[in-house]
């Protein structure tokens, strides 16, 4: 359907699968994905024609805080009690986004912290979205320039 062939999936070992194949161009490719138990991260690596072409982590940080990353995006949340009371997402522009080894933060989500996601100032992202429990706030380049607005959230009715 999606024109991989010569698809294989092989258990590396407990929560360490690898899925390879060739892609509809022919190119071999390996898709890595590890989890960790003791932490509920989750790592997942696209390796084509030898070379790393996307990952992906999602990590729980604890109370009730959660991270994720790939190539080019970040964010950090917090969702308790079955809310979210809190996120920012940044989106790098297409030449400064992230590295899967140097910027890993699987398994346990080390360094992140408040400007993890979102450390190099708003105008230095494609995109930069918040939210601090009252209002989401944008901040995203444009082909005709920088979009830069706040939206109140309107409390939940009784």
Same mark, same amino acid.
């Given at each position: 359907m999606v024109g991989i062939t010569e698809a294989k999936m092989t258990r590396n070992g407990a929560h360490d699968y690898t899925l390879s194949g060739k892609t509809f161009g022919g190119k071999v #490719?390996? /898709?890595? =994905?590890? !989890? %960790?138990?003791?932490?509920? *991260? &989750? +790592? /997942?690596?696209?390796?084509?024609? *030898?070379t790393i072409t996307e990952f #992906?982590? #999602?990590i729980p940080l604890g109370d009730g805080q959660y991270a994720f990353q790939n190539d080019t995006e970040r964010a &950090?949340?917090?969702? +308790?009690? =079955?809310? &979210?009371?809190? #996120?920012? !997402?940044?989106r790098a522009g297409s030449n400064a986004g !992230?590295?899967?080894?140097?910027?890993?933060i699987f398994p346990?989500?080390?360094?992140? %912290?408040g400007n993890w996601a979102a450390g190099r100032g708003e105008n230095d992202y494609a995109e930069h979205y918040s939210f601090d429990g009252q209002t989401v706030k944008l901040n995203v380049k444009t082909f005709g320039g920088r979009i830069i607005t706040e939206i109140p959230v309107s409390a939940k009715a009784s």
């Open positions: #490719f390996e /898709m890595k =994905g590890v !989890y %960790d138990p003791a932490t509920g *991260g &989750l +790592r /997942m690596v696209n390796n084509t024609g *030898g #992906f982590e #999602f &950090l949340g917090v969702y +308790r009690d =079955g809310n &979210l009371e809190s #996120f920012v !997402y940044t !992230y590295d899967n080894k140097t910027d890993s346990a989500g080390a360094p992140v %912290d």
